[in-house]
C-alpha cells in the first residue's frame, strides 16, 4: 500500500532552497516545470514548523505559482482523512527499507485516492519527490500543515481540541463558541481539528494559533508530582 521518507535533511528554507523541483519551485541545480507565474502570492501566509512544514511551505509556494492551490488542498484534505480511516498507513510510510517498486506502488495507490482533485499533478509530483528522497513519513504532517496554510489564506485561525477520548460534537461546538467569543479567536474564522491522545489521560489541549492552553489530567498530575518532588 503506502510508502516512506522525503527530500534531503539538509532542508532549512524552502523559499531560499526550492526544494520542489518536480512541483515547480526553483531549483537551480535540478530540472523543474515551467509554469507561467500565477498573480496570487506565492508566500505562504503564515509560518509553519518543522521539517514537515518547511515542505508544506514550498508546497504552497509551488502550488500558488502554478494556480493549483485549491486542487492541492483537496487532494493533501483527502490524503489527511486517509491516515484518519486507516492508522497503518503511517506506520508503513516509516518502513526503513523499501524498493524502487514499492515506492511507485505507494504512488499509485495514493493517486487512487485523490483522482482527479490533482491539477496539473502537482501533487503527484510532490509525492515522487518525498519517495525519492525517502520523506514519505512526513505526509501527514505535510498535509496538516497545508491546511494550516490554507485556513490562514482564508483568515482562518487553526483550534486544535486534544483529548484523551473522542469529543461529541455537542461539546466541540460548545467549545467553538466559547473561544470564539474569546480574545484568542482575533475575531478569526475558526477552524476546529481534533485529536484523540490517550495519553493525556483526561481533559483537554486546547490550540489556538500559536497558544496552548493545557487542561489536561497529565498536566495536573505532572505538576504535582513537581510540588510533592520540591516539598520533600
Known sequence: MFG???ISGAL???ASRGIISRAGAALPTARSYATPASSIDSKPPVAV???DGTYASALYTAAAKTSALDSASKALATLSDVFKKDPKLAVILT???LSPGDKSQIIQELQRHTGGQDKGDIVK???QT???HNRL????GVCEKFGTLMGASRGEVDLTVISAAKLDEKTLKRLETAVSKSEYSQGKKLKVITKVNPDIKGGLIVEIGDRTIDLSVSSKISKMNKLLTDTL
Open 4 to 6: 516512506r521518507q522525503v
Open 12 to 14: 532549512r528554507s524552502s
Open 49 to 51: 514548523y518543522g521539517l
Open 95 to 97: 518502513a526503513p527499507s
Open 125 to 127: 509530483n510532490f509525492l
Open 130 to 132: 518525498l519517495a525519492e
Open 137 to 140: 513519513s512526513l505526509l501527514e
